[in-house]
């Protein structure tokens, strides 16, 4: 198999015009293409102030045409992890404008990309990327404040060739489709850097439904980059679509998910463990229950009093992080992933875990999802529940009354818990908002409390 191709090479090395890029339905971009609608936004944004912009794209092709144009440009690409108006408003410090596929209703300076009349005109080469050109995303942390992490392109290329190395001879022909963003570090890995460096064709839509995995064309054969979350609920009664090779990251799979998977699909899944911070950490081929991780070439953990930390090829500087997860190694390295460290945070002066909180709704009858977060009502902080309940707890709940079945709850909580810690507020849902890499979304799950319950 060919070597992975640096981003710095992704457009200036020589390779043939009608090289294809990316499609979507009988759309078809080809690396001439790519090259005219770089070149055109690189111009405009040499010619702007401010030298960080957000990124805010569904589209994947538009997505490449503005990360490639903003690093050629010596500008910083910010990568916000969402395109909610409001929230951009609130986080416009962060960025001196704003590229998106589409016209939102932005009061700041914001450019909308598309691609451009294809010029035939002879390729000049774009200005080089520095050395030390990196991208910022954003990542919500338990409480959903933003967090900043600085990936370095050097990092993004060597994860991309490691995974190259990897996946070897698996992925050649391959074209990829995703039902993953690209603004998230797992989308941005597996469904931008890694195709792209070894010439595989990317699909520029999301793929949302099973439907949409069904209807593949099937004269090619597909990657397909997905999590958890969509694995969960497809529909197995649709044509198996030619997918040989499945990658998951987001969440460890439940073997029921895998299992139904790999009835309808025939293959068994990749599954990646890391975070937006380490980058990736571990993998495993899924083939049986109870399959244990293994970490990549290069990465090490270790315990010390703090809990465990990890260092990586991919983590900037050579800096140890720390992880959150509960990890039990065997003889071997290989691990299995136990649980996660409680998530604290502080109520009225109060170290109070959000966990605990989560656990111990888990354990009353009729409970099926609980989700706990930190919420600010009528200027006063404290805890909402977010509750997924069977038939019976629902009934029961309807019959009861709402109030009556709420103090039912905190009366069994309060022999556990701080005063602080019981929730005030809860809502009923019929499952937990999750986003497309499985993870919640405190600051989402937080708007649900916003309204009058």
Not at 148 to 158: A, C, Q, Y
Not at 174 to 183: D, E, G, K, N, T
Request: some cysteine.
């Amino acid at each position: 198999m060919h070597s992975a191709l640096p981003v710095r090479q992704w457009l200036n090395a020589p390779r043939p015009d009608d090289t294809p890029v990316a499609w979507c339905g009988d759309r078809d971009w080809t690396l001439g293409q790519l090259r005219d609608d770089v070149s055109s936004l690189t111009t405009y944004l040499q010619q702007q102030e401010g030298e960080r912009w957000a990124l805010c794209f569904d589209d994947s092709y538009l997505f490449i045409v503005a990360l490639l144009a903003m690093l050629h440009a010596g500008k910083i690409p910010v990568i916000p992890g969402h395109s909610r108006v409001l929230l951009l408003e609130k986080q416009q410090a962060l960025f001196d404008g704003l590229l998106s596929d589409r016209a939102l209703r932005y009061s700041g300076r914001l450019r909308v990309v598309s691609a451009t009349r294809r010029s035939h005109a002879p390729f000049l080469p774009l200005p080089d990327i520095a050395d030390a050109a990196f991208i910022e995303l954003f990542t919500s942390g338990s409480t959903g404040a933003p967090k900043r992490v600085v990936k370095t392109i050097t990092d993004l290329d060597r994860e991309a060739a490691l995974l190259a190395t990897l996946f070897g001879e698996r992925l050649i022909g391959c074209r990829v489709v995703a039902s993953v963003a690209p603004y998230h570090q797992y989308g941005l890995t597996f469904r931008l850097f890694l195709p792209l460096s070894l010439g595989l064709v990317v699909h520029s839509a999301i793929i949302e439904y099973s439907e949409q995995l069904a209807a593949l064309d099937p004269q090619y054969r597909y990657l397909f980059i997905s999590s958890p979350a969509f694995l969960k609920r497809i529909d197995t009664q649709l044509s198996a679509p030619p997918v040989a090779m499945l990658i998951s990251a987001g969440g460890a799979l439940e073997w029921k998910t895998v299992e139904k998977t790999h009835r309808w699909l025939n293959i068994w899944p990749d599954e990646i463990y890391g975070s937006t911070e380490t980058g990736v950490l571990a993998w495993r081929h899924y083939q049986k229950e109870g399959l244990l991780w293994r970490p990549l070439p290069g990465v090490h953990f270790h315990q010390d009093q703090d809990g465990l930390r990890v260092a990586s090829p991919f983590i900037p500087h050579g800096e140890e992080w720390p992880l959150d997860d509960v990890l039990q190694f065997d003889a071997t390295g290989a691990f299995r992933l136990v649980g996660r460290r409680d998530r604290v945070v502080k109520i009225e002066e109060k170290r109070v875990s959000l966990d605990e909180i989560e656990q111990l709704l888990l354990a009353l009858e009729g409970i099926c999802e609980a989700a706990a977060l930190p919420i600010v009502r009528n200027g006063r902080q404290g805890i909402g529940a977010l509750l997924v309940l069977d038939g019976a707890a629902r009934e029961q709940r309807k019959q009861r009354g709402n109030n009556a079945q709420e103090q039912a709850w905190r009366r069994a909580l309060r022999p556990w818990l701080d005063p602080v810690a019981v929730p005030r507020d809860w809502r009923i849902v019929d499952e937990i908002p999750v986003n497309s890499m499985n993870k919640r979304v405190y600051a989402q799950l937080q708007e649900l409390f916003h309204e009058n319950p």
